[in-house]
C-alpha cells in the first residue's frame, strides 16, 4: 500500500520539482526567446523577458542562408542509421552475455566501456586517414560508421542491463519447444525487452543528433547535420546571438518535440527493471 | 519488427552520394560579415562560370581552423578554396600546403594589394594567399563622454593620456568604464591585444637566441599597466570579455575607450545595433611617450588554394574573382561604399566615394600601411609577427601564457607571478619544439 503523503509535503515537493524543472529548462527557453529578437535586443542589458518586439527576421535569415532540410535530413539519416545498425549489433551481443556468459564476460564489458575513455581527439588523425583513403570523407556512411562505434558501448551495456531482468526460463522454456536461436530472440526476447530496446533507441537517437565532434570534423558540404548547420551561425568578431539563437532553435525543435511524444516510452525504459 | 527497422537502415545507407556539376567548388569560410556577404554575391560568378558550382561550408573561425588544418595536413582533398588568416599563410606556404597564386586572370592587379598585406602573405616573393579583407587596430572612444569629462584624445594619444582619459570617462555609478580591453584567454583574444601592446611598450616576445622575454621589464611595464587601467577604471569580471562582449558593452554605452580591430567601427557606428553611433571617434593605436612604435596590429582573412587540388584552375578564377577590384565595386553598386571590404587594396583608398561613406577608412589605412611585421617593436626580434608571432607554436603557447594574465586580471594570482609562470612555460615548450631552430 502506498505511503498516506500529507498535502503539505505534495505541495512542497510539487514546488521543488518545478522550480528544479524550470532551472533546467531555462537555458533552451532562453535560447528560444532570444530566437525572437533582434540582434540589438539580444545583447541588451538588462535584458528583456518577453516584453521586446518579436520579429521572425533571424529565422527567415537563416532560412535564406542555409539549406536546413539538407543538414536536417542527415541528422536523420546519420542518427537513425546509427543507432539501428548499433542495435542490429548489439542485441546478439547483449543476449549472449546476459544468458551464456563466459569466464570473461565481464571483463569485456569493462573493455568495451573503456573504449569510451579515451578523448575522441586523440584518434582523429588516424580515423581521417582511414577515411581519405576509403572516401568515406563527407559521406553519410562514414559518419553512421562512426557513430555506431561511438555509441555502441553504451547500447550493448543497456541492453544487457534491460535483458538480465528477463527470467532465463522463459527462453528455456523457449528452447523446449523447439526455437532456434534466432526465433528465440526475435520472438521471444525482443517482444519481452521491447520497452528497454525501445528506451535505448531513443536516447542512442538523441546522443547521435547531438554529437558534435565526428560530425564536424569527418563533413564539409554534402554530409554535414545540424550540428554543422549551427556552427556556422557563431564568430568571434560581430553580433550573432539572435540569428545562432534561431538556428539552434531549429536545430533542437524536431528532437525536442521527438523526446516530448516519447517520454512515457523513455521514462518506462529507463526505470525499467528499477522495482521488482 | 526488426526486420522493418533492418530494411530502413539499409534504405537509409543507400542515400548515399550527390550528383556532381561539372566542376564543384568546396569552400571553407567563416561567419563574418563580409563573408556572408560574399556568398550572397556569388550569382555575379556563376553567371559568368556556368561551369563552375559553388558549395559553401561555413563555421566558426577556431572549429574551421581544426578542421581544414586536419584536412591539410592529411591531404584529405575536402576543400577547394580556404578562408585562412595572414598568421597561418606563411607558415602553411613553407609546409608545402598551399598553392602559389601565379598566373592569376588578367586584371587581377597584384600590385595594386597593400604592400603591408601582400607581404605578410608571400613566401621568397611568391603570393600563397589572396586578402579578402584586412584589418588593424585602434583607439574607438565617446565622444560625448569626452567632452562632458573635459578631456580630448589626440590622433596619436600615448598610454600615459590614455590612462589619463580612462580615469576622467569613468562614472561606476552610472556603469560607465573609463576603458575596456580584451580580458578573455587565447591567442587571438587578450594576447592579441596584450601582445601589441607589448611590442609598442618596446617588449618583445624573444631576444634573438629565442629565449622568452616576460622576466624583462618592458613586459613587466606592460602588464602592470594594463592591469593598473582595467582593475580601476575597466568594468567588471573583465577577465572574461573578449571582442564581442567588449562589442556589446561599447554599444550600449558602457565604455568610454575600446582599442581592438579596426573591423568593430563597422559595428558600433551601425545605427540598427549600436545605441552610440553617432557618438564615436576615432584615434590611433597608443603608443610610448616619445617613441615611434605603436603596437602593430594586422589580421587579413584570405583565400588560398591547398597544393595538390585538382581544381586549381577553377578555384583561382573564384579567388581572383573574390578579391578583384570588380568585387568590390559590385559590393558597392548592390550595398553602398560603406560595405565594401576593406584594407585590402590602395585603390580602395584613393576612391573618394569610399573615403566619404567610410569615416574610420583614413585612420585604418594609416594604421595597415604603419606596419612592418619583421619590426614589429623597437627592439630587434628572430620573428615575423604583429599582434601573433609567426611559429606554429605560438596558438598553444598564447593561450597558455594568455590564460597567465587572465588569471592575474581575475586577481586569482599578482603580476609577477603570472609573467614568472609564463616564462616558465613559454621556455619549456620552445624547447621542447626545439629552438632555437
Known amino acids: 500500500m502506498a505511503r498516506a503523503v500529507s498535502t503539505r509535503r505534495k505541495i512542497t515537493f510539487t514546488v521543488i520539482a518545478w522550480v528544479i524543472g524550470i532551472a533546467i529548462f531555462f537555458p533552451i527557453l532562453w535560447t528560444i526567446l532570444t530566437s525572437f529578437k533582434t540582434e540589438g535586443e539580444a545583447i541588451a542589458s538588462p535584458p528583456s523577458f518577453l516584453f521586446f518586439d518579436w520579429t521572425l527576421e533571424n529565422y527567415t535569415t537563416v532560412q535564406e542562408r542555409s539549406n536546413y532540410f539538407l543538414h536536417f535530413w542527415n541528422s536523420v539519416v546519420i542518427s537513425l542509421g546509427s543507432t539501428v545498425l548499433g542495435l542490429i549489433i548489439a542485441i546478439p551481443a547483449a543476449w549472449s552475455m546476459a544468458f551464456v556468459p563466459g569466464k570473461r564476460t565481464k571483463d569485456v564489458l569493462m573493455w568495451m566501456l573503456s573504449t569510451k575513455m579515451l578523448p575522441p581527439v586523440g584518434v582523429l588523425i588516424p580515423i581521417y586517414l582511414l577515411f581519405r583513403d576509403a572516401g568515406l570523407l563527407d559521406t553519410r556512411t562514414g559518419l553512421v560508421v562512426v557513430l555506431t562505434l561511438m555509441n555502441l558501448p553504451i547500447i550493448v551495456w543497456m541492453l544487457y542491463t534491460y535483458f538480465r531482468e528477463i527470467p532465463g526460463e522463459i527462453l528455456e522454456a523457449a528452447r523446449m519447444d523447439g526455437a532456434g536461436l534466432r526465433e528465440e530472440i526475435i520472438y521471444i526476447l525482443t517482444p519481452m525487452a521491447v520497452p528497454g530496446i525501445a528506451s535505448t533507441l531513443l536516447l542512442n537517437v538523441i546522443l547521435a543528433w547531438n554529437e558534435a565532434f565526428w560530425t564536424l570534423n569527418l563533413t564539409a558540404a554534402n554530409a554535414a547535420p545540424l550540428t554543422a548547420f549551427i556552427a556556422s551561425y557563431s564568430s568571434p568578431e560581430g553580433l550573432f546571438y539572435a540569428k545562432l539563437s534561431a538556428a539552434s532553435t531549429m536545430a533542437i525543435a524536431p528532437i525536442l518535440i521527438l523526446g516530448w511524444f516519447s517520454q512515457k516510452q523513455l521514462v518506462r525504459g529507463l526505470t525499467f527493471g528499477a522495482v521488482k | ?437
Open chain 2, 1 to 437: 519488427m526488426s526486420r522493418t527497422l533492418l530494411l530502413g537502415a539499409v534504405s537509409l545507407l543507400a542515400l548515399g552520394t550527390y550528383a556532381q556539376a561539372e566542376t564543384t567548388l568546396t569552400i571553407a569560410t567563416v561567419n563574418n560579415g563580409d563573408m556572408i556577404r560574399m556568398q550572397k554575391l556569388t550569382d555575379d560568378f556563376t553567371k559568368n562560370n556556368p561551369d563552375i558550382k559553388l558549395d559553401w561550408v561555413t563555421l566558426e573561425e577556431n572549429v574551421l581552423r581544426q578542421r581544414v588544418t586536419t584536412d591539410i595536413a592529411t591531404k584529405g582533398g575536402q576543400y577547394d578554396v580556404l578562408t585562412i588568416g595572414n598568421y597561418e599563410v606563411p607558415i602553411w606556404a613553407k609546409q608545402g600546403w598551399l598553392a602559389p597564386l601565379e598566373g592569376m586572370p588578367e586584371g587581377y592587379d597584384a600590385g595594386d594589394l597593400l604592400p603591408a598585406i601582400a607581404n605578410g602573405l608571400s613566401v621568397d616573393g611568391k603570393l600563397y594567399a589572396a586578402p579578402f579583407y584586412g584589418e588593424s587596430a585602434m583607439v574607438m572612444y565617446r565622444t560625448d563622454l569626452a567632452e562632458k569629462a573635459g578631456v580630448t584624445i589626440p590622433d596619436t594619444p600615448n598610454w600615459g593620456q590614455i590612462e589619463e582619459a580612462a580615469a576622467k570617462m569613468t562614472d561606476k555609478d552610472n556603469e560607465v568604464y573609463g576603458i575596456c580591453l580584451r580580458g578573455k584567454a587565447g591567442w587571438g583574444e587578450n594576447m592579441a591585444f596584450l601582445t601589441a601592446m607589448a611590442h609598442s611598450m618596446d617588449a618583445r616576445w624573444f631576444d634573438m637566441d629565442w629565449k622568452p622575454q616576460f622576466d624583462s621589464p618592458e613586459w613587466k611595464e606592460t602588464l602592470t599597466k594594463y592591469l593598473d587601467m582595467m582593475n580601476k577604471y575597466g568594468p567588471p569580471g573583465a577577465s572574461s570579455n573578449g571582442f564581442n562582449e567588449n562589442l556589446s558593452l561599447f554599444q550600449q554605452g558602457k565604455c568610454g575607450m575600446w582599442i581592438d580591430a579596426t573591423v568593430a567601427a563597422s559595428f558600433v557606428t551601425d545605427p540598427k545595433e549600436s545605441t552610440v553611433a553617432d557618438k564615436v571617434g576615432y584615434a590611433q593605436f597608443p603608443n610610448k611617450a616619445g617613441k615611434e612604435g605603436r603596437g602593430e596590429w594586422l589580421w587579413s582573412w584570405n583565400l588560398a588554394i591547398p597544393a595538390g587540388s585538382n581544381k586549381v584552375d577553377a578555384a583561382k578564377k573564384f579567388v581572383a574573382w573574390a578579391t578583384s577590384k570588380d568585387y568590390t565595386k559590385l559590393v558597392a553598386e548592390k550595398e553602398g561604399w560603406r560595405a565594401a571590404p576593406p584594407g585590402t587594396r590602395t585603390s580602395l583608398y584613393d576612391n573618394a566615394d569610399y573615403k566619404a561613406a567610410a569615416p574610420f577608412a583614413e585612420k585604418t589605412i594609416k594604421a595597415i600601411n604603419g606596419v612592418d611585421l619583421a619590426h614589429p617593436t623597437s627592439q630587434e626580434v628572430p620573428y615575423i609577427g604583429s599582434q601573433w608571432v609567426a611559429i606554429p607554436e605560438f596558438q598553444g603557447i598564447g593561450t597558455a601564457v594568455g590564460q597567465q594574465f587572465s588569471a592575474a586580471l581575475a586577481g586569482q594570482t599578482s603580476a609577477d607571478q603570472a609573467l614568472q609562470n609564463a616564462q616558465q612555460l613559454t621556455n619549456r615548450e620552445m624547447q621542447k619544439a626545439g629552438y632555437p631552430k
